[in-house]
């Protein structure tokens, strides 16, 4: 119950993100509903997954903040064209029309489909040492998930630090533009 | 029960419309953001076990219990690297976007027209 009121305020605080005209505002609310995730898996039973989800929180409300401030005040208040609008109307219908159908499907709230990780949660302390049966799963049995991760994490931060320098090494007779 | 499951896919829909109909960067930004938090979510909600516990083990705790009881652990996991990836995708559309500002003086994508190809 107290979930289903959690969702909703957080329904309702990404519509105020994205409709709200001030940026800053915008960002903030998007922070009270990343607040809203993160309470929601402390009650689902993802303590790990909470810790997580705050550092990562934060710190991308730091950097989206750093985006904004003192930046582009002026409001952009004008919609897309009308293609867009009917493109997204038609992606809303087929979304809609086979969600219903996923949720036809899928096992219902509060009784999971347990069928590998019954055998992670069986033999995790045995075979693993790992009374964490969450990071016997992410440190061992998939650990080239991990690499993948850090792999990903690299590229995007090199990415972002090539973007964001003030100088390349060009020669100084290649005039930039 | 399913209600939770209609009101967490309304989140991911909000994402989406952001990202299509916004024009300003740092909307889509967020939208993208909060399509990020509905799938993870949506993760956790399929792994939850009614009165589940976290799955970690105490000393001494009577492991048939804790098997019986646990909440799913294998979407947690995913779940974990799926945050820390998308905090990586949030940094490098941040860059990107304070780079076309620099360039264009605005977040209206309307107005990069230099992008078109």
Known sequence: ?177 | MMLIYVLCMILFAIGIYGIVVKKNLVKIIISFCILDYAVNLFFILIGYKKDGIAPIMMPGQDKAQFVAQTVDPLPQALVLTSIVIGLGITILMVAIAIRLYDKYGTFDVMKMRKLKG
Do not use: W
């Not at chain 1, 998007?30 to 710190?59: K, N, R, S």
């Not at chain 1, 401030?69 to 002026?74: A, E, G, K, M, P």
């Not at chain 1, 979304?95 to 990780?117: C, D, N, Q, R």
């Open chain 1, 1 to 177: 119950m107290l979930l289903i009121i959690l969702l909703i305020f957080m329904i309702a605080g990404s519509i105020i993100a994205l409709e709200t005209k001030n940026l800053l505002s915008a960002v903030i609310a998007a922070g009270a509903v990343g607040a809203g995730v993160c309470i929601c898996f402390l009650m689902l039973g993802a303590p790990d997954i909470a810790i997580t989800q705050m550092a990562v929180e934060t710190l991308s409300l730091v950097i989206l903040i750093r985006a904004t401030i003192s930046r582009d005040l002026t409001h952009i208040t004008a919609q897309r064209e009308a293609g867009g609008l009917v493109a997204v109307g038609v992606f809303m219908a087929v979304f809609v029309l086979f969600s219903t159908f996923a949720l036809m499907e899928i096992p219902p709230f509060g009784k999971p489909l347990m069928t590998v990780s019954s055998y992670y949660v069986q033999n995790g302390l045995a075979q693993t040492g790992a009374s964490n049966i969450i990071s016997a799963i992410i440190l061992d049995y998939r650990g080239y998930d991990t690499l993948g991760e850090a792999t990903i994490l690299f590229v995007a931060v090199a990415g972002a630090i090539v973007l964001l320098r003030k100088k390349g090494r060009k020669k100084a007779e290649e005039k930039d533009e």
